[in-house]
């Protein structure tokens, strides 16, 4: 678009009084000032999804245009897919913003000025190099979904657990290693993301969450699912894959309402009997672990659709549990559950496999001996 096309563009917004402008995916390398006459706008995205090309779609501003902070009517600006460094202290002048997207860009600080944004319900800085998640993002009092996910931060400050409107944290994709007490604190998160981060440790905290429906904590190095987790009552998904866990305790029984437990990638021995009373339970992943012996429980599990035991050290045949690569769909519960049947009865014997190594001169026919024996 050329430059008198994009002044014709912000004319007619002007004069006609429009609230909301487009410029997304315009290759904009900087914004005119001319855009100042539309203070009647509430909505300017300059980065959006692009429906026709099915992709995110932004600009090439390099700066936070200083001009957007004469729109003080703005409730909601989207800056993603840019090539910003740096967000204003002036930000703070937008007090009318509902939704700030700066997703994509090369940010590497937050200001505290952001903390003026008393109106904020959605702040998203994902995909950027912040470190530091500020004292002043705990003023965000009406704050319902916050996105830090995919930055280079160490530490969730307890400013976080000021939040108490907060209904989605993401934070995968980053450094963390300690999650705070403070966690407790946000009663109304539903959505917890700390996947991909360098967490050894879920605290007692966890369990004050009574609202979570989702928790994914995969790609960490937690070893201990602590006893608090039975009391995440409205949980419907839980992933704790990729980690260093040896044992389920039996509170992951008080999960009533579960649907998904994805536990693959982990050293765990034993599936408990209270498994089997997870009435709601569709899909088990307990691929890759170090578990010998299914226990009957699992057969009880009224709505089991995925029962995926592969890469362990059951006395199945592989071919029962499903094919070999993990990509494809593990065998049905109902084909398990019916070969483990045939197991009790003695139908079939159990799978013992030793591995057998042959040495000695080449050509002098041990190949023969194989096919033989």
Known sequence: MTREELLQLIDKAADEGQTELDLAGLGLEELPPEIGKCTQLETLLLGKFDEEKRKWVGNKLTEFPDV???LTNLKILSLRQNQITSIPEAIGQLSNLTELD??????TVIPEAIGQLSNLTKLNLSENQITVIPEAIGQLSNLTKLNLSENQITVIPEAIGQL????WLGLWNNQITVIPEAIGQLSNLTVLHLSNNQITVIPEAIGQLSNLTLLSLSDNQITVIPEAI?????????????N????IPEAIGQLSNLTGLHLYNNQITVIPEAIGQLS???????ENNKIEKIPECLETLPKLEKLD???????ISPEVLGPVNLSEDPGTPATIFNYLRQLRSGEVLPL???KVLLVGQGSVGKTCYIRLT
Do not use: M
């Not at 108490?164 to 209904?167: A, I, P, R």
């Open 68 to 70: 957007v902070l004469q």
């Open 102 to 107: 700066l997703r994509n860009n090369q940010i």
């Open 164 to 167: 108490s409107n907060l209904t």
């Open 230 to 242: 039975g009391q995440l009552s409205n949980l419907t998904e839980l992933y704790l894959n990729n």
């Open 244 to 247: 260093q866990i040896t044992v």
């Open 280 to 286: 709601n339970l569709t899909k088990l992943d307990l």
């Open 309 to 315: 035991l592969r890469r362990n050290p059951l006395p």
């Open 352 to 354: 013992n496999e030793a």
